[in-house]
């Protein structure tokens, strides 16, 4: 099966920004929902965003929602996570993930495809 391939992570200072990207096969993005979930050293995998697979319907977790954006593509079969006014707290391994069906999702057992992971370190 063609893997969710993310991209994008790195270093960024508080109050910067980065873009993740999460390319996939059309079979994998087609019709589907699709997220961005992160896992902070030490802890649990956390739900970030998600978006529906027309793109009209968001959803973010609380500690990101109105810094973080989730975007589509799904002519390029890519899902974008637009991050901007980082804060330490974001220092995380960023995963994609497909959704079961084609709407949003906030728990991890409705995915059913994830990649490998991007890490994300902000410094203060």
């Known amino acids: 099966q063609v893997p969710l391939v993310e991209s994008g992570g790195g270093l960024a200072q508080a109050g910067g920004s980065l873009r993740l990207s999460c390319a996939a096969s059309a079979r994998t993005f087609i019709l589907k929902g699709m997220g961005w979930f992160r896992q902070p050293p030490g802890t649990e995998r956390e739900f970030v965003a998600g978006?529906?697979?027309?793109?009209?319907?968001?959803n973010y977790a609380d500690s990101v929602k109105g810094r973080f954006t989730i975007s589509r593509d799904n002519a390029k079969n890519t899902v974008y996570l637009h991050m901007n006014n980082l804060k330490p707290e974001d220092t995380a391994l960023y995963y994609c993930?497909?959704?079961?069906?084609?709407?949003?999702?906030?728990?991890?057992?409705?995915?059913?495809?994830w990649g490998q992971g991007t890490q994300v370190t902000v410094s203060s």
């Open positions: 993930a497909r959704g079961r069906n084609a709407s949003i999702r906030t728990r991890g057992g409705d995915y059913d495809s």
């Open positions: 978006i529906d697979w027309t793109g009209t319907i968001t």
